[in-house]
């Protein structure tokens, strides 16, 4: 997730300084949240019929090959080379990080107790800590940019992932549950109704999240930094690189934290079955008031940079609500035999939601700015509350 982040950071900002427009950005993230798609899809079922430590072995192997591979990319290569060469780096680590990110949220579910306040705590501690490491990857990718080498950096990563990788073949992986191999592929589809309509409610979840982080928010605030004359836009892409990793840093806080939440821990099996749907609808409020406060004002003034900070800290305590009670419910949903093929359809379903709000971010600041960005995604989230409300 660390170079995951990093990579993501440094591709953003990296082509838009050469003049690439939102769409063209946006297009360069498709095949990364593609691959996502189909990762977690198959990777469910790799990982129910021949193992979920040959997802997680497979997943931390390809992230080293990823990140030595972006380590190559030269200077002097024709842009068009360079492009297709990252979006193909970038391929390669979305499938890394969806394998091994399938393959630890299953394994909770084996590996805790049975326990279901228990089992809250255990996926919410792990999803918040992988966002706030993911978060740190920002950060170190803005921090490449403007001090030091990345390629030093890619090699750091690779050596981390190399020791984590050992590590997991002695720790983990003999825990894990074994190869079944009567599992058949037309079973990655799940019969569960109440699986059916969260990993709906998920694809508009995540697409309502991405389509304005991905472009949108990033590349306003990098233009707002760089017209401005604050005397920091020599500081752009460290500033920019560091709010959205404390965005995600303080998201990923409030996932871990929300299970002692006393308005969360003290709900009963049936509460927590509901309580997505009142969250989603709360969550929407945000950024459909963003967006009318931002069309009504100057975007380009420091008042609409103040409110779109506070906005958007609003939203990641709201979001991190509504992801950490859909992590949990997903775990409770299915059982230990089926885990690797519901978390798997499950997690495609997140990535096409991360899919279809990566190419709606672009198109939508580019039609008509961060305002519209924010409106889709309250649109989204209500179509995600849809979802919600039919878990029983």
Same mark, same amino acid.
């Given at each position: 997730m660390l170079s995951d982040g990093a990579l993501r950071m440094l591709v953003l900002l990296h082509f838009h300084t050469l003049g690439y427009s939102p769409i063209q950005l946006a297009y360069m993230f498709v095949l990364y949240e593609l691959a996502g798609v189909f990762t977690n899809i198959l990777a469910g079922w790799i990982g129910s019929r021949y193992g979920l430590s040959s997802t997680l072995v497979a997943g931390?192997?390809?992230?080293?090959v990823a990140v030595l591979a972006?380590?190559?990319?030269?200077?002097?290569?024709?842009?068009?080379?360079?492009?297709?060469?990252?979006?193909?780096v970038q391929g390669l680590s979305g499938i890394a990080k969806d394998l091994s990110k399938m393959s630890a949220k299953s394994a909770v579910k084996v590996l805790s107790p049975d326990d279901n306040q228990r089992l809250f705590r255990w996926v919410a501690t792990l999803t918040g800590s992988k966002n706030a490491v993911k978060g740190l990857g920002f950060f170190i990718g803005a921090i490449a940019l403007n001090f030091f080498s990345f390629v030093s950096v890619l090699y750091g990563m690779a050596i981390v992932l190399l020791i984590v990788l050992l590590s997991s073949l002695i720790l983990i992986s003999n825990r894990l549950p074994k190869r079944q191999s009567s599992s058949k592929f037309k079973e990655i589809f799940s019969k569960n109704s109440n699986i059916n309509w969260l990993s709906f409610s998920r694809v508009f979840l995540f697409g309502a999240r991405d389509v304005w982080f991905v472009v949108g928010v990033p590349i306003y605030f990098y233009t707002f930094l760089s017209q401005k004359n604050l005397g920091v836009s020599d500081f752009a892409f460290f500033i920019v690189g560091s709010f959205m990793a404390i965005w995600i840093i303080f998201y990923g806080i409030i996932q871990a934290l929300v299970p002692k939440l006393k308005f969360i821990r003290n709900k009963t099996e049936r509460q927590l079955l509901e309580a997505p749907f /009142?969250?989603?609808?709360?969550l929407s409020l945000a950024p459909l008031s963003l967006s009318l406060l931002?069309?009504?004002?100057?975007?380009?003034?420091?008042?609409?940079?103040?409110?779109?900070?506070? /906005?958007?800290l609003v939203f990641a305590v709201l979001f991190a609500i509504n992801s950490s009670l859909h992590s949990y419910l997903i775990l409770s949903f299915t059982n230990t035999e089926r885990v690797a093929r519901d978390v798997g359809f499950y997690y495609m379903s997140n990535a096409l939601g991360r899919l279809f709000g990566t190419i709606l971010s672009g198109i939508t600041y580019q039609a008509s700015g961060l305002w519209l960005c924010l409106a889709t995604s309250g649109f989204m989230l209500l179509i995600s509350g849809i979802g919600a409300k039919k878990l029983k």
């Open positions: 931390l192997a390809l992230q080293i972006l380590s190559q990319l030269h200077q002097d290569w024709v842009l068009a080379y360079s492009v297709t060469y990252v979006m193909f /009142g969250w989603i609808i709360v931002l069309f009504l004002i100057d975007q380009t003034s420091v008042s609409s940079l103040v409110i779109m900070v506070t /906005g958007l």
